[in-house]
């Protein structure tokens, strides 16, 4: 029985692994939605916010998601 979705991911791992691919590969912007589905999933999710940085194209956009996984991180 399969657990993926509409999305393509079957759980959260396969999700983060296929963003850094996309990254990897310069699709900023499959990485973005890979990302951003882990982060429904899982919102403390501190990798999927350090890679969200990557896909960011702003500067703020960046320093939120670094802070974001901070604050994970300092609980």
Not at 12 to 29: S, T
């Amino acid at each position: 029985m399969s657990t993926s979705n509409t999305n393509g991911y079957k759980s959260i791992q396969d999700a983060l692994d296929l963003g850094v691919l996309a990254l990897e590969e310069g699709d900023l912007q499959s990485g973005e939605k890979a990302f951003s589905w882990v982060l429904k999933k899982d919102p403390e999710n501190t990798a999927a916010w350090l890679w969200l940085a990557c896909c960011a194209p702003e500067e703020r956009a960046r320093e939120e998601c670094y802070k974001r996984a901070s604050s994970i991180n300092s609980h």
